[in-house]
């Protein structure tokens, strides 16, 4: 280390501690006029630091003493800022030895304390560096120094390194992560781990080069568990980056933001009810404000009651309604919401029906009249968004998912599902990825596809015996 202390208790302390450290102190000079350099910190309520820093110290007459050419010609890296710049002394010494040290990677740690720094000085230590370190509350400070205005940290980064022949440019920017530039290749580092803000929270991959192909955007509701959760990691997978939504099961919305982040995905998790106008809103303006676009939308959001016919009694207008306003007013809520940045996308919607509103076929009216109602919406919905976005719905039979095997209540999931199977020609009810994979299909892969009710049944609306007997072998 190279610095200077003042011949004081202070001075004492300080080598004390540094040399048990394993410092060099070597190269720490004494200085017997000027006392030891402190700085008073205090912390706003928000955590934010303020410094006040001691005037006319001994590291303000840092000198340009025998061996220090020397000790720059060997070493291998080089650490100095701005503020140790502040004096005319300290700043011919700071400046004198980068330049000397050529073989050295030369790291000018911007460091902008108070008013102790200046355009020029900037320029100045730029020109000396082989490596910029400066974080986001510095960057519009160096840029100005530069004569450049640049908002995009990204490319500010990138002018900083081409226009001063950086090896490396780092911007750290807090919990946002940060922005290298290394000998040309930009690339964007995230925090691995998920931030709260409010009801969202982030999760993000840890890295991604900047110049990899724009990723596509998806929204898919109810995205915590079953078809979403399917859903949303097919479409990580596919490229797309995710808005994983719930309401209740925020632990197993986490573990789905985990997994798509681990397929390279950046998410954003966002807990709202999508019955709810305001929060359908809220949660686009979140994904548009993160990526600029959104190409394409999942209604998976459900909510359903059991009651069969002989039940009538028990099914007031409240059941009718708690269902319509997820099951119905929520995707055309979401719909509304999304279409203008999936005009934009050419992108498309599915929603995810029931073979119950294509049948009529279930055991709650609310419910299969709800499936029925998003069925004709789809259809509505398609000819008005048509040629830009395209509008599908998946109707799937059983799905072997904690969605229905709540609904079937302790026990009665088995039992659903024999009697399932017994009753469709293919003899088998649907995985959430089996799914999963026919929404992603109609959003990536149905190119000519628009107002469609695909039936994911196993073949029930054939009806089972209907058909004859096989033929002949």
Same mark, same amino acid.
């Given at each position: 280390?190279?610095?200077?202390?003042?011949?004081?208790?202070?001075?004492?302390?300080?080598?004390?501690?540094?040399?048990?450290?394993?410092?060099?102190?070597?190269?720490?000079?004494?200085?017997?006029?000027?006392?030891?350099?402190?700085?008073?910190?205090?912390?706003?309520?928000?955590?934010?630091?303020?410094?006040?820093?001691?005037?006319?110290?001994?590291?303000?007459?840092?000198?340009?003493?025998?061996?220090?050419?020397?000790?720059?010609?060997?070493?291998?890296?080089?650490?100095?800022?701005?503020?140790?710049?502040?004096?005319?002394?300290?700043?011919?010494?700071?400046?004198?030895?980068?330049?000397?040290?050529?073989?050295?990677?030369?790291?000018?740690?911007?460091?902008?304390?108070?008013?102790?720094?200046?355009?020029?000085?900037?320029?100045?230590?730029?020109?000396?560096?082989?490596?910029?370190?400066?974080?986001?509350?510095?960057?519009?400070?160096?840029?100005?120094?530069?004569?450049?205005?640049?908002?995009?940290?990204?490319?500010?980064?990138?002018?900083? &390194?081409?226009?001063?022949?950086?090896?490396? =440019? $780092?911007?750290? +920017?807090?919990?946002?992560?940060?922005? @290298? %530039?290394? *000998?040309?290749?930009?690339?964007?580092?995230?925090?691995?781990?998920?931030?709260?803000?409010?009801?969202?929270?982030?999760?993000?991959?840890?890295?991604?080069?900047?110049?990899?192909?724009?990723?596509?955007?998806?929204?898919?509701?109810?995205?915590?568990?079953?078809?979403?959760?399917?859903?949303?990691?097919?479409?990580?997978?596919?490229?797309?980056?995710?808005?994983?939504?719930?309401?209740?099961?925020?632990?197993?919305?986490?573990?789905?933001?985990?997994?798509?982040?681990?397929?390279?995905?950046?998410?954003?998790?966002?807990?709202?009810?999508?019955?709810?106008? &305001?929060?359908?809103?809220?949660?686009?303006? =979140? $994904?548009?404000? +993160?990526?600029?676009?959104?190409?394409? @939308? %999942?209604? *998976?959001?459900?909510?359903?009651?059991?009651?069969?016919?002989?039940?009538?009694?028990?099914?007031?207008?409240?059941?009718?309604?708690?269902?319509?306003?997820?099951?119905?007013?929520?995707?055309?809520?979401?719909?509304?919401?999304?279409?203008?940045?999936?005009?934009?996308?050419?992108?498309?919607?599915?929603?995810?029906?029931?073979?119950?509103?294509?049948?009529?076929?279930?055991?709650?009216?609310?419910?299969?009249?709800?499936?029925?109602?998003?069925?004709?919406?789809?259809?509505?919905?398609?000819?008005?968004?048509?040629?830009?976005?395209?509008?599908?719905?998946?109707?799937?039979?059983?799905?072997?998912?904690?969605?229905?095997?709540?609904?079937?209540?302790?026990?009665?999931?088995?039992?659903?599902?024999?009697?399932?199977?017994?009753?469709?020609?293919?003899?088998?009810?649907?995985?959430?990825?089996?799914?999963?994979?026919?929404?992603?299909?109609?959003?990536?892969?149905?190119?000519?596809?628009?107002?469609?009710?695909?039936?994911?049944?196993?073949?029930?609306?054939?009806?089972?015996?209907?058909?004859?007997?096989?033929?002949?072998?």
């Amino acid at each position: 280390m190279v610095s200077r202390v003042g011949g004081d208790p202070l001075g004492d302390q300080g080598i004390a501690a540094l040399g048990s450290l394993g410092v060099d102190c070597s190269h720490l000079q004494r200085d017997p006029r000027h006392p030891t350099g402190t700085v008073a910190v205090t912390l706003g309520p928000a955590g934010d630091a303020s410094y006040v820093f001691a005037a006319a110290t001994a590291w303000d007459n840092l000198a340009w003493e025998p061996g220090l050419e020397q000790l720059a010609g060997e070493a291998d890296a080089v650490c100095f800022g701005t503020l140790g710049q502040r004096s005319k002394e300290s700043r011919e010494t700071i400046r004198r030895f980068p330049a000397a040290a050529t073989r050295a990677v030369r790291v000018f740690d911007v460091n902008l304390r108070q008013h102790f720094h200046s355009p020029e000085l900037i320029r100045d230590s730029l020109a000396l560096a082989s490596v910029l370190k400066f974080n986001d509350e510095e960057l519009p400070v160096v840029a100005a120094a530069c004569g450049v205005v640049e908002n995009d940290p990204v490319a500010a980064v990138r002018q900083r &390194a081409d226009r001063y022949g950086l090896r490396l =440019a $780092a911007l750290t +920017r807090g919990a946002a992560g940060s922005v @290298l %530039v290394d *000998n040309g290749v930009v690339r964007v580092h995230f925090s691995p781990f998920a931030i709260p803000c409010g009801p969202r929270a982030v999760s993000r991959p840890l890295c991604r080069e900047v110049g990899m192909p724009e990723r596509k955007v998806a929204v898919v509701t109810g995205s915590a568990t079953g078809v979403g959760a399917a859903t949303v990691l097919g479409l990580a997978r596919r490229g797309y980056d995710v808005v994983i939504n719930y309401t209740k099961s925020e632990a197993e919305a986490a573990a789905s933001a985990a997994a798509c982040a681990e397929a390279g995905a950046d998410t954003l998790l966002v807990r709202a009810d999508v019955a709810d106008d &305001a929060a359908c809103r809220s949660m686009v303006g =979140a $994904a548009v404000d +993160r990526w600029g676009r959104i190409d394409a @939308l %999942v209604n *998976n959001a459900g909510r359903t009651s059991v009651a069969s016919m002989a039940g009538w009694e028990g099914v007031d207008a409240q059941v009718f309604h708690d269902i319509y306003a997820v099951n119905l007013i929520g995707p055309f809520q979401m719909i509304r919401a999304c279409a203008p940045e999936l005009t934009k996308a050419k992108g498309a919607i599915v929603n995810v029906s029931s073979m119950a509103g294509a049948l009529g076929i279930g055991t709650s009216a609310p419910y299969i009249a709800s499936k029925g109602a998003l069925n004709a919406l789809t259809l509505n919905v398609a000819r008005m968004l048509a040629p830009d976005v395209r509008v599908n719905a998946v109707c799937p039979g059983l799905i072997l998912s904690r969605w229905f095997a709540s609904g079937a209540g302790e026990g009665g999931m088995e039992q659903l599902k024999s009697q399932y199977e017994r009753a469709v020609p293919l003899e088998r009810a649907s995985t959430p990825a089996e799914v999963a994979d026919a929404v992603i299909w109609l959003i990536d892969g149905a190119a000519t596809m628009t107002g469609e009710l695909l039936l994911l049944d196993s073949g029930m609306h054939l009806g089972k015996g209907l058909s004859g007997s096989r033929p002949a072998s």
